[in-house]
């Protein structure tokens, strides 16, 4: 029986954090599970179209990616998303997969990275591990993407188990808004910001609204309000923490179907 795996994320049009993060993702998924075939699919039509463009490489969506192996005789097909939260792009890719349950013997869907308390600890203790070496008055701050859709409250959840920590997590399309964090910040002494991407991938959002020296940017607003800043273009996927939530996710769904 021929058997499938589809990484599938929101993508990216910057092809060296899609090389770090994206393809390293899907390297630990392909070397994890030896006995599935190993394809990818994004969510983003307009990241989609721009890499088209540019690089004149064709990314299929998951309703493409589906159809093309279910006409290639695959049987058993596993998506595991590569999305942080349960937002609306892990549900386009869940109901784009889900429409091929009655042309399969087996079509299941892994969960986004933050999807159950345990996700939350793991991610909590990971974050934590990262600022020992901190000086009294240094903070990491996690520019999260965000979402219209109701799961931008896990962003909030994620920042109030952080609160004993020098770990802030903030969003740029929804809350918690970098404003309010930078009073917290002046509020508990700090001066010397971290700033990271709390994002699969380094893209755009990283590169232009995090670190750039536009007047707008989340590095120019801190260091406008005060603070020395350091931002850092790494997304999650570039750490093995954050790929091994994803295969355990993917374990999860093959064990159990859930």
Same mark, same amino acid.
């Given at each position: #029986?021929?058997?499938?795996?589809?990484? *599938?994320?929101?993508?990216?049009?910057?092809?060296?954090?899609?090389?770090?993060?994206? +393809?390293? &993702?899907? +390297?630990?998924?392909? =070397?994890?599970?030896?006995?599935?075939?190993?394809?990818?699919?994004?969510?983003?039509?307009?990241?989609?179209?721009?890499?088209?463009?540019?690089?004149?490489?064709?990314?299929?969506?998951?309703?493409?990616? @589906?159809?093309?192996?279910? /006409?290639?005789?695959?049987?058993?097909?596993? *998506?595991?998303?590569? $999305?942080?939260?349960?937002?609306?792009?892990?549900?386009?890719?869940?109901?784009?997969?889900?429409?091929?349950?009655?042309?399969?013997?087996?079509?299941?869907?892994?969960? %986004?990275?933050?999807?159950?308390?345990?996700?939350?600890?793991?991610?909590?203790?990971?974050?934590?591990?990262?600022?020992?070496?901190?000086?009294?008055?240094? =903070?990491?701050?996690?520019?999260? $993407?965000?979402?219209?859709?109701?799961?931008?409250?896990?962003?909030?959840?994620?920042? $109030?188990?952080? #609160?004993?920590?020098?770990?802030?997590?903030?969003?740029? +399309?929804?809350?918690?808004?970098?404003?309010?964090?930078?009073?917290?910040?002046?509020?508990?002494?700090?001066?010397?910001?971290?700033?990271?991407?709390? #994002?699969? &991938?380094?893209?755009? $959002?990283?590169?232009? /609204?995090?670190?750039?020296?536009? +007047?707008?940017?989340?590095?120019?607003?801190?260091?406008? =309000?005060?603070?020395? &800043?350091? %931002?850092?273009?790494?997304?999650?996927?570039?750490?093995?923490?954050?790929?091994?939530?994803?295969? /355990?996710? @993917?374990?999860?769904?093959?064990?159990?179907?859930?």
């Amino acid at each position: #029986m021929k058997k499938a795996i589809i990484a *599938v994320s929101f993508g990216t049009s910057y092809p060296e954090t899609r090389k770090k993060t994206i +393809e390293a &993702v899907e +390297e630990k998924l392909a =070397a994890t599970f030896p006995d599935y075939d190993l394809f990818r699919a994004f969510t983003s039509n307009k990241v989609i179209k721009k890499i088209k463009e540019q690089e004149d490489l064709t990314i299929l969506t998951v309703d493409q990616q @589906m159809q093309k192996l279910v /006409d290639a005789g695959y049987e058993e097909v596993y *998506v595991q998303p590569l $999305h942080i939260i349960s937002g609306s792009e892990y549900s386009k890719a869940l109901h784009q997969a889900k429409r091929y349950k009655d042309k399969l013997k087996t079509i299941e869907v892994g969960k %986004p990275l933050l999807s159950s308390q345990g996700d939350f600890e793991k991610m909590v203790d990971w974050l934590k591990s990262l600022t020992p070496d901190f000086s009294e008055d240094e =903070a990491l701050v996690l520019m999260g $993407h965000g979402s219209q859709h109701s799961a931008f409250t896990a962003y909030a959840c994620l920042d $109030h188990m952080l #609160m004993k920590e020098p770990v802030f997590v903030c969003a740029v +399309e929804s809350y918690p808004e970098i404003q309010s964090v930078v009073q917290r910040l002046k509020d508990g002494g700090f001066k010397k910001i971290s700033l990271y991407p709390f #994002m699969l &991938v380094a893209g755009d $959002h990283a590169t232009n /609204d995090m670190a750039s020296d536009d +007047e707008d940017s989340w590095k120019s607003q801190l260091q406008q =309000a005060g603070f020395e &800043v350091e %931002p850092v273009l790494k997304g999650l996927g570039e750490f093995p923490v954050v790929q091994e939530m994803f295969i /355990d996710h @993917m374990k999860t769904v093959m064990e159990t179907g859930d």
